[in-house]
């Protein structure tokens, strides 16, 4: 089965800035190629959030909290995803997941991004 496994989560400090990666296996190359991809968070208490997406054409969107500080994009041939965060903020706090829209939806187990003022 297919699945996307995140990492490059962690802990920094107001300011500073992370970069998550999103790695897919057991996905065909030309399904994933033809996917938008999305990174989405979650905070205890709040309901989940799409952050950013990137169409298959390359196309970007970003919510109107992150614009100008994340950045996602994508390595078909590595079936990677990537969102950098700079001038990361405390309301950035949340878990992180990754995932491939389809008819069958795929999701990441997620990645903690904890940001400290």
């Known amino acids: 089965q297919g699945q996307l496994v995140e990492s490059g989560g962690g802990l920094v400090q107001a300011g500073g800035s992370l970069g998550l990666t999103c790695k897919a296996s057991g996905i065909i190359l030309s399904t994933f190629w033809s996917s938008a991809k999305n990174w989405y968070r979650q905070t205890p208490g709040k309901q989940r959030e799409l952050v950013a997406t990137i169409t298959s054409s390359g196309d970007t969107n970003y919510a109107d909290s992150v614009k100008g500080r994340f950045t996602i994009s994508r390595d078909n041939s590595r079936r990677t995803i990537y969102l950098q965060m700079n001038s990361l903020k405390p309301e950035d706090t949340a878990v992180y997941y990754c995932?491939?829209?389809?008819?069958?939806?795929?999701w990441g187990q997620g990645t903690q991004v904890t940001v400290s003022s």
């Open positions: 995932n491939l829209q389809g008819s069958t939806d795929y």
